[in-house]
């Protein structure tokens, strides 16, 4: 059974904190995906890394870095925590697609991070 | 980025149908595929159109028509454990696989 696992499903940090999330995947995936999750918004891109080293910045990438030193494990960084950083944050893998095909993301099971 | 829109909320009734419509305002994409997310749980993958048509996967189908950039999910035979949100994402045309995600549609089945 494939799998995605996040290290929190629930964490509370205080402003200024630096938070760690983290985010291990046993299928093998090049591809490791951050979202941060807002109701109303959907599911925004923060970074995504395409191999071990190899990062991207998604659509919301400000006040946030990523780590990928195996290829299993994706950590999401947030240096100095602010409340507006309070969300829900999903981690996610898939295979890179085959010219203009599509392979589906798998997802872990999200960590609600609140921020005080 | 490009904007996917989807309504927001749909309510029905066990065994009616339900159509979540998803509009999106440029072209670009490889495809649209749709997940479904109950609450507290993770995001799973429904289905991915990549050409115009529909595609059946039992009680759900999935449609897509590049030319009106518009496509929608039919959910039939609705049950109570088919309340949840569905996100439509549209693939990025890029290397990567990335997706771009609408803002989810809420399904309350009633009894």
Redesign the interface.
């Given at each position: 059974d494939v799998k995605?696992t996040q290290s929190s499903r629930y964490l509370v940090k205080r402003t200024g904190e630096k938070v760690f999330l983290e985010c291990v995947q046993d299928m093998d995936h090049e591809?490791m995906?951050w979202?941060r999750q807002d109701p109303?918004?959907?599911?925004?891109?923060i970074y995504?890394s395409?191999d071990v080293k190899m990062k991207?910045k998604?659509?919301i990438p400000e006040g946030y870095s990523v780590s990928r030193e195996k290829k299993e494990r994706f950590s999401l960084i947030l240096e100095s925590a602010s409340t507006n950083q309070t969300s829900m944050y999903?981690c996610?893998s898939?295979?890179?697609?085959r010219g203009?095909?599509?392979?589906?993301?798998?997802?872990?099971?999200?960590t609600r991070l609140t921020v005080l | 980025?490009q904007s996917l829109e989807q309504p927001?909320e749909v309510t029905a009734v066990e065994g009616a149908i339900v159509q979540i419509n998803c509009t999106y305002q440029t072209s670009g994409f490889?495809?649209l595929?749709w997940y479904q997310q109950h609450d507290g749980?993770?995001?799973?993958?429904l289905s991915?159109n990549?050409l115009d048509g529909l595609e059946e996967t039992g009680r759900f189908s999935s449609f897509l028509s590049r030319s009106d950039s518009y496509g929608y999910l039919l959910l039939q035979e609705l049950q109570m454990k088919d309340s949840a949100s569905y996100?439509c994402?549209g693939?990025l045309?890029d290397?990567?696989?990335?997706?771009q995600?609408?803002?989810?549609t809420q399904v309350v089945v009633t009894p």
């Open positions: 995605v591809n995906f979202y109303g918004l959907g599911l925004r891109l995504f395409y991207e998604g659509d999903l996610a898939s295979s890179p697609p203009r095909g599509f392979n589906e993301q798998f997802f872990g099971p999200g | 980025g927001s490889y495809g595929s749980g993770a995001p799973t993958f991915y990549a996100f994402a693939a045309p290397s990567w696989g990335k997706l995600f609408g803002a989810g």
